[in-house]
């Protein structure tokens, strides 16, 4: 029998002591940080999607056998307008606030594309970023927000655009083995272009510039164009092998021109993404080394994918691992007003998740006939080279449902 001490110091300013069973083995040390949607009733209205609630930070503390649990609201802009107003004034994803009086979190709803979008909300509920001897609460917007691991204290709000020129990005950054911040955002028409950027941060700052932040000496690493100027494709996260970062271009993409006129319409900015079933899905492939693309153009058939599973190198080839769907309706089940008692009668899933393995040749015979299956592994994943020196890629399917 073990012992949870949960503590939530807005509402139990002593410990709340819970007897559970089994054992927790002594070893395991430390502060587990998480993070997630708390709240989405706000005085007399109510957010449209789960993913729309404000942020709540959650820790768990785990010593000599014992877990201690607290939890506190992310004190974001959002969540103060939000609070003194007494209802939503701060759009979300799936959730338009009208009217909107805090200018500093959603400036103007229209803007000329040539300079900005519409600014975005700072409730960063996904996902807890480390760098260096930092924390930060993330989401897929320009915004991160420091926090207290200990505490859970709300502490400065950060502007990935002030240092690298993005609108949006993954909530979903991965490290590399100097303790280095790999992540994607996308930057929207920015001098006439719409591009993803592959970004690096330190952990750390040199010592005569202790003050300054590690955001500073932010790096692009690569730049790659998209495909369509005012359609660049939604992306939740990447993949990343010891060489090479994996970024897929899907065809699940965001309507530019519907997105800047969203408020005037009345709209919400979900209602702003659309699949495009027609359309391929490109696999970009960045050499860590060199920083730069793999010049070889690999697609596969039209999928939505939110996450990666696993990445690695084997003989040449990149392996690695999704979980895909044949269309976007996963979204659609997470609006509120599907998420009742009848649930699983009312929400059926219009395209299962399905596990695919990729195998990508990236050493393969250049004068290999058109037509023929390039993988040399042992897979029943192909890539087939296409007569215009594409490759087709097909997984293998590990698992459906």
Same mark, same amino acid.
């Given at each position: ?28 040390? !430390? ?5 997630? +949607?708390?709240?989405?009733?706000? !005085? ?20 000599? !056998? ?34 909107? #009086? ?43 927000? =420091?926090?207290? #691991? ?42 006439? =272009? ?5 970004? =690096? ?30 359609? #660049? ?17 899907? #065809? ?100 299962? +998740? ?40 097909? +997984?293998?399917?590990?698992?459906? !449902?």
């Amino acid at each position: 029998m073990d012992t949870i001490f949960g503590r939530n110091k807005e509402e139990h300013p002593e410990p709340i002591k819970a007897e559970v069973q089994g054992q927790l083995p002594a070893w395991l040390q !430390g502060t587990l940080l998480r993070n997630g +949607p708390g709240m989405h009733t706000i !005085g007399d209205t109510k957010y449209n999607h789960w993913f729309d609630g404000l942020a709540l930070l959650h820790s768990f503390t785990f010593k000599n !056998g014992e877990v201690y649990y607290r939890s506190k609201y992310l004190r974001s802009d959002t969540y103060n307008c939000n609070i003194e107003a007494n209802r939503i004034v701060v759009s979300e994803f799936g959730t338009m606030a009208y009217p909107d #009086p805090c200018k500093n979190i959603f400036a103007k709803a229209f803007s000329y594309l040539s300079h900005t979008i519409p600014e975005f909300t700072d409730n960063c509920l996904i996902n807890i970023m480390k760098t260096g001897d930092d924390f930060y609460a993330t989401s897929e917007t320009n915004f991160i927000r =420091k926090i207290n #691991p200990q505490t859970l204290e709300t502490l400065e709000k950060v502007d990935y655009n002030k240092y690298v020129a993005v609108n949006v990005a993954t909530s979903h950054p991965h490290y590399d083995s100097t303790g280095n911040i790999l992540n994607i955002g996308t930057s929207i028409v920015d001098k006439g =272009k719409t591009k993803y950027l592959l970004f =690096k941060i330190p952990p750390s700052v040199p010592e005569k510039e202790k003050k300054k932040s590690c955001f500073k000496h932010l790096e692009v690493v690569c730049s790659i164009p998209s495909r369509s100027l005012l359609h #660049p494709s939604y992306y939740h996260s990447f993949g990343i092998t010891e060489n090479y970062i994996i970024f897929v271009e899907q #065809p699940f993409k965001l309507d530019i021109l519907k997105m800047a006129t969203a408020y005037i319409r009345g709209v919400n900015w979900a209602s702003c993404l659309a699949f495009h079933k027609e359309d391929k899905t490109w696999f970009h492939f960045v050499d860590k080394r060199t920083k730069k693309e793999v010049s070889t153009k690999f697609y596969t058939d039209a999928l939505v994918l939110f996450h990666h599973i696993n990445a690695y190198e084997e003989d040449g080839h990149i392996i690695f691992d999704i979980i895909a769907y044949n269309d976007n309706s996963l979204y659609d089940m997470f609006y509120l007003k599907n998420l009742s008692k009848d649930f699983e009668e009312k929400n059926k899933l219009t395209s299962i +998740p399905t596990y695919k393995r990729f195998v990508v040749p990236l050493q393969y015979n250049k004068d290999a006939e058109v037509g023929s299956n390039l993988v040399t592994i042992p897979s029943t994943a192909t890539a087939v080279k296409e007569k215009d020196g594409s490759i087709y890629c097909q +997984p293998e399917i590990l698992c459906e !449902g």
